[in-house]
């Protein structure tokens, strides 16, 4: 069964850093693309970042890039993303989420788009 566990978030003061964790299994990890979405009260799910099986990133968007920084360990069957200089508007749930089989386009972040999700980890940026 593919299983994507998240975790690494928590509450953080503005201006502080989180580094979120995803381990996958059940699957060969090294083959697939990987996201984060992350998805904020009272709002849907919308996607922060791709990163190909090879590492290099697919899509960022505009208001992270710069403090968001997504990587990988394909030998540990890891996704992680580290979060710098935290703002209150970053606050949400951030699940990790698998490619689908060929996908090769930008996510808007519908569930649709990927093949499986985490449980997501939450994180609180609050003074």
């Known amino acids: 069964e593919v299983q994507l566990v998240e975790s690494g978030g928590g509450m953080v003061q503005p201006g502080g850093s989180l580094r979120l964790s995803c381990v996958g299994s059940g699957f060969t990890f090294s083959r697939y693309g990987m996201n984060w979405v992350c998805q904020a009260p009272g709002k849907g799910p919308d996607s922060v970042s791709g990163?190909?099986?090879?590492?290099?990133?697919?899509y960022g968007s505009d208001t992270v890039t710069g403090r968001y920084t997504m990587y990988r360990h394909n030998t540990k069957n890891t996704l992680y993303m580290q979060i710098n200089n935290l703002k209150p508007e970053d606050t949400a749930l951030y699940y990790c989420?698998?490619?689908?089989?060929?996908?090769?386009?930008?996510?808007?972040?519908?569930?649709?788009?990927?093949?499986?999700w985490g449980q997501g980890t939450q994180v609180t940026v609050t003074s």
């Open positions: 989420a698998r490619d689908r089989p060929l996908w090769n386009t930008v996510h808007s972040g519908n569930r649709e788009e990927y093949d499986n």
């Open positions: 990163i190909r099986s090879s590492g290099s990133r697919t």
